[in-house]
């Protein structure tokens, strides 16, 4: 089972406490610092504050969600230009149908993760398949078969924008190893903790809303009891 350390505080003073050695990666969807509305706190900073906030994140392997314009005006700047970038894709009324995943420090496991072929039909394909038994093709630097969360959605919760659970296990499978520990130092509903838990790693999250944290410390005991359930 994962362990589990959850703090309800602010970020920047709990990552003091928490030794170096003992985070193996960061995985986090911080806020964007476009005046979003949130429960308690202000998401709209001066800009040399909020790059120095990600600064902090600086010295850990990390892989962070962001806007592409939010990427290059604040992450460039706080934590360099990224090793690599992935795109995830998805349907919206709105006009931006798209956000960045950087990794910094990390090299994504493409291999580890199968999609369907393009082509099944193809006869190279087919043959291909019969011959290696191979289930799939590495997924690419983009995707799209990863929805947002809609209102009727299985992962909506009391945060006004929280993440797929499929899309943080996705990110933690390309980028982290069983056992590993995962910090999220903005953990809003929880959703990283629950892909930890359901993917086997252990978890540190940290949130300074206290509507936000009873959600999430809910939410990731609701997934380590289905763990424990017997098949």
């Not at 990552?15 to 964007?32: E, F, G, L, R």
């Not at 394909?125 to 093709?137: R, V």
């Not at 609701?222 to 763990?227: F, G, K, L, N």
Request: charged share 25%; hydrophobic share 35%; net charge neutral.
């Amino acid at each position: 089972m994962s362990n589990i350390t959850l703090y309800l505080g602010d970020c920047l003073e709990v990552m003091k406490t928490i030794p170096d050695k003992s985070i193996d990666a960061v995985i986090t969807d911080p806020p964007y610092n476009i005046n979003f509305r949130y429960s308690k706190y202000k998401d709209y900073i001066s800009e040399a504050e909020y790059i120095n906030l990600i600064t902090n994140l600086r010295k850990y392997p990390t892989a962070i969600i962001q806007y592409p314009e939010e990427t290059m005006r604040y992450f460039v700047p706080a934590l360099g230009v990224p090793d690599e970038v992935i795109v995830w894709c998805y349907n919206s009324n709105l006009p931006r149908q798209s956000r960045l995943i950087n990794f910094y420090k990390i090299k994504p496991k493409f291999d580890e993760i199968r999609q369907p072929y393009k082509n099944p039909n193809d006869k190279r394909i087919k043959e291909f398949i019969n011959n290696t038994k191979s289930d799939g093709a590495r997924i690419y630097d983009w995707f799209s078969d990863i929805q947002q969360v809609k209102n009727v959605s299985l992962d909506k919760t009391g945060h006004p924008c929280p993440l797929p659970v499929e899309l943080i296990k996705r990110i933690i499978l390309l980028s982290t190893s069983l056992g590993d520990t995962i910090l999220d130092p903005f953990m809003g509903s929880g959703t990283t903790g629950v892909a930890c838990v359901q993917t086997g790693r252990n978890f540190i999250g940290i949130e300074i809303d206290p509507q936000y944290f009873a959600i999430a410390e809910k939410r990731i005991k609701d997934a380590q009891q289905q763990m424990r359930l017997p098949l």
